[in-house]
C-alpha cells in the first residue's frame, strides 16, 4: 500500500496468519484499515513488524494495534527506543508530534516468520538506524527493505543512531542474496530487478566514501 503524503509504504504479507509491514504516521490509517481488511477478508492480522523506529513508519503504530487487535514487533535496538518514546530518537518532534511510549516485542535477527503462505527471515540491516531490519523470502527473492534500499537509492544515514559505514556493510550483505523483488518503505516497488537496485544502492556509498 504505497505512502501517501510523509506516510511510509505499508507492506501486507497475506496467508492465513497475515503480517503488516510498518504503518505509516497514521494520519491515513482510515483508508489503511479499509485496504487491509478488503485484502485480509476476515483473516486476522495478528503482528506488526517495524522496520525501524523513525515516525514516518510507526507515528500510527499504536492505533493500528489496537485497531487490528495486533502485536507489535522490532529489533531490539530500536524497541527499546520506541518502549522510551523517545520524541527525538524517533524523529516525531521533527513532524512536531510528542514521543509517544510503544509496547514493542524484541525481534531478533534470524527469526522466522511465517504467514502460511510466505517465509519471510529477518535479517539486522543497520545503518537508517541501528535497529534497522529487512524480510526476505529466500524462495521468491522478495525482500521488504524498509529504508535501507530503494528502488534508486539508499537509505540516508545523518539522522540519530545512523551509521554509513554500518549501511555499507548492509548492502553488501544484500548483495550476497538472490533479491528479484524489493518493497522499500518509500517510493516504487522493484519487480524482477532487484540486484540493480542493490548495486546502485553499493555505488551511492561508495561515492559517499569519497566525499568524506
Not at 503482528?47 to 507489535?72: C, E, P, Q, Y
Not at 502460511?116 to 527493505?145: C, M, N, R
Not at 528502488?151 to 553488501?172: F, H, M, T
Request: glycine fraction near 12%.
Amino acid at each position: 500500500m504505497p505512502g501517501s503524503g510523509v506516510d511510509s509504504n505499508v507492506v501486507l504479507v497475506d496467508g492465513t496468519d497475515p503480517i503488516l509491514v510498518d504503518t505509516g504516521t497514521g494520519e491515513n490509517q482510515e483508508k489503511l484499515l479499509r485496504e487491509i481488511r478488503e485484502a485480509t477478508k476476515g483473516r486476522k492480522v495478528a503482528r506488526i513488524i517495524l522496520t525501524h523506529r523513525h515516525f514516518d513508519h510507526v507515528g500510527g503504530a499504536a492505533r493500528m494495534s489496537s485497531s487490528l487487535g495486533a502485536r507489535l514487533f522490532a529489533h531490539p535496538m530500536d524497541a527499546a527506543v520506541l518502549r522510551n518514546g523517545d520524541g527525538w530518537q524517533t524523529l516525531s518532534l521533527m513532524f512536531g508530534v510528542p514521543g509517544v511510549a510503544l509496547d514493542v516485542v524484541d525481534l531478533r535477527e534470524g527469526t522466522n516468520l511465517s504467514t502460511g503462505t510466505h517465509d519471510l527471515k529477518v535479517l539486522h540491516t543497520p545503518g537508517h538506524t541501528q535497529g534497522s531490519i529487512s524480510l526476505f523470502e529466500e524462495a521468491s527473492g522478495i525482500l521488504i527493505s524498509g529504508d535501507t534500499v530503494f528502488a534508486d537509492g539508499v537509505g540516508r544515514w545523518d539522522l540519530p543512531s545512523g551509521d554509513p559505514e554500518a549501511l555499507r556493510r548492509s548492502i553488501r550483505a544484500l548483495g550476497e542474496l538472490e533479491i528479484k523483488d524489493i518493497y522499500p518503505g518509500h517510493g516504487p516497488f522493484v519487480k524482477g530487478e532487484g540486484r540493480k537496485s542493490i548495486e546502485s544502492a553499493m555505488s551511492i556509498l561508495e561515492s559517499a566514501e569519497t566525499w568524506q
